[in-house]
Nanobody
Framework: VQLQASGGGLVQAGGSLRLSCSAS????????MGWYRQAPGKQRELVAT???????TYADSVKGRFAISRDNAKKMVYLQMNSLKPEDTAIYYC??????????????WGQGTQVTVSS
């Protein structure tokens, strides 16, 4: 199972970016999907998650500015980021809990995509 993230870049404060992440491989089903981020010198932190049924959770720092969504048919998860702030600068990673065709359950991480917000 592989996750491929894209959509990062350089944006000015107040701007927007949309991250995408696609899952591929021998996938039977995908459960929880989420986005995490890691800033230089800091630990990786949760940004947002979404369940297979569409329930969502957000870190307090991004509530009201970010929106996570998913397309189960396409095996994709998205993160719409609005009103970006310099403190949102980080490498963003997607994550998914996957049941493979053999019945095994595993968690997979994307390679990360850099988001840089200039002031």
């Amino acid at each position: 199972v592989q996750l491929q993230a894209s959509g990062g870049g350089l944006v000015q404060a107040g701007g927007s970016l949309r991250l995408s992440c696609s899952a591929s491989g021998r996938i039977l089903s995908i459960g929880l999907m989420g986005w995490y981020r890691q800033a230089p010198g800091k630990q990786r932190e949760l940004v947002a998650t979404t369940t297979g049924g569409g329930s969502t959770t957000y870190a307090d720092s991004v509530k009201g500015r970010f929106a996570i969504s998913r397309d189960n048919a396409k095996k994709m998860v998205y993160l719409q980021m609005n009103s970006l702030k310099p403190e949102d600068t980080a490498i963003y990673y997607c994550n998914a809990w996957v049941t493979d065709v053999g019945g095994g359950v595993l968690t997979s991480w994307g390679q990360g995509t850099q988001v840089t917000v200039s002031s």
